[in-house]
């Protein structure tokens, strides 16, 4: 969908690319990646070819320089036409979730070994947050991370991690100093194919086309060098990070949420019950009409939150609302569209039937809904 801040040539151009390559190179192997359970490696390579992985990102580390309008571009034509939430997702793991922190905090000499191999896509990075007892609470992960002498000793597991069985290095967060609060943390990064570590994929009930698992780390050690930006800082900068994360779910996840909401006009359009179509039921109409205004509702929001990225404008209140909304506009629409669609609805070949269980996830992942509406009340003081 088209708005005030996407309509140079440039980012017109820029959304054929991106749609060409989803079409073409996406969409035609969503079902193969499904049954992969992640999306053909290779094709990272091909993104980084396209320049898609590193659009906010400076030139010096092969970036694009560009802003927040031309990712939300990226995510659109992505969630729009891939056919495939999950690798999707994986991708915005790799521009948005894994590697910004390294990007704004990292020595040049960690940019140089993981930033610019990502942005290239020679190398695929993931998130290392989560752990098995702490989730949203991120205050109370566990894994250690140790000094001796000029290495860290890591200690510990993390859960529900995309890429996991893809990743070349992780964004880890560890705790450095368990006496420290929230000046303990250290964000660092760490080789997957490093001594001591291992991952087992878990198996999922929608997202089918990411890999998703447990990771474990048993005297893991890499070099102090290895972390990202002034020991001490991580948490505060994994919330900056978050961010990212936050508003490309919302973007992404809206963009695949209007493209079922068509499909499903079309086939109520085309299904006749009662001797005519379902779409000339007035109760048909006034569905699919209550679902086109909360996506509009919902895009607005997240345009709002663009918007103020694009300013240099602190969003943090904004992406915290829209990740909510979205994640309830989105659940919506699917449950919605699947019940439109009838039995055919309920079968796992059913666009609708993919987008029930796959669209669950945004109002867990990257911050609950009940952390967000928990954050913006802080904000507004209660």
């Known amino acids: 969908m088209a708005s005030d801040i996407f309509d140079t040539p440039e980012h017109e151009i820029f959304r054929d690319t991106v749609r060409k390559f989803a079409q073409e190179e996406l969409a035609p192997r969503a079902r193969e990646f499904d ?76 940019k140089a070994r993981y930033l610019a191999p ?6 695929v990075a993931a998130i290392a947050v989560t752990e098995p007892d702490a989730g949203s609470d991120v205050a109370g992960i566990k894994t250690r991370a140790v000094r001796d002498g000029d290495e860290w000793v890591i200690n510990g597991s993390k859960i529900y991690i995309t ?20 000046g303990g ?8 194919d490093i001594a001591g570590f291992r991952y087992d994929l878990l198996d999922k009930i929608g997202n089918w086309g990411s890999d998703t698992g447990q990771l474990f780390f048993e005297d893991v050690r890499v070099p ?25 779910a919302c973007v992404s996840a809206l963009a695949g949420s209007q493209r079922l909401w ?10 006749v019950l009662f001797g005519k179509p379902l779409s000339k039921m007035q109760v048909t109409q006034f569905k699919l009409v209550e679902l086109l205004i909360d996506l509009e509702a919902a895009r607005e929001l997240t345009y709002a939150c663009v918007r103020k990225r694009v300013a240099g404008i602190d969003a943090t209140r904004e992406i915290s609302m829209a990740k909510v909304l979205c994640g309830r506009v989105v659940r919506h629409v699917a449950d919605e569209c699947m019940q439109l669609h009838g039995g055919y609805g309920y079968m796992k070949e059913s666009v609708a039937g993919r987008a029930f269980v796959d669209s669950r996830l945004i109002s867990i992942g990257g911050g609950s809904d009940e952390t967000m509406v928990h954050y913006l009340a802080k904000i507004l003081g209660f």
Request: aromatic residues 10%.
């Open 35 to 110: 049954e992969m359970g992640r999306i053909d490696k290779s094709l990272f390579k091909r993104m980084g070819d396209l320049g898609l992985l590193g659009l906010r990102f400076d030139p010096k580390w092969g970036g694009a320089g560009l802003d927040w309008s031309f990712s939300t571009v990226l995510f659109e034509e992505l969630g729009r036409w891939s056919d495939n939430p999950g690798v999707t997702m994986g991708i915005s793991v790799q521009t948005d979730m894994a590697t910004p922190s390294l990007h704004e905090f990292g020595s040049d000499e960690l």
């Open 118 to 123: 990502a942005i290239a896509g020679e190398m």
């Open 163 to 182: 890429n996991a069985a893809t990743a070349d290095w992780l964004c880890l967060l560890a705790v450095t100093d368990p006496d420290a609060g929230y």
């Open 185 to 192: 943390f250290s964000q660092i990064v760490v080789p997957t």
């Open 224 to 248: 102090l060098a290895n972390t990202i930006g002034e020991v001490g800082r991580g948490f505060q900068q994994q919330m900056m990070q978050f961010q990212d994360e936050r508003l490309v």
């Open 262 to 271: 068509e499909q499903t006009k079309q086939y109520c359009e085309e299904r």
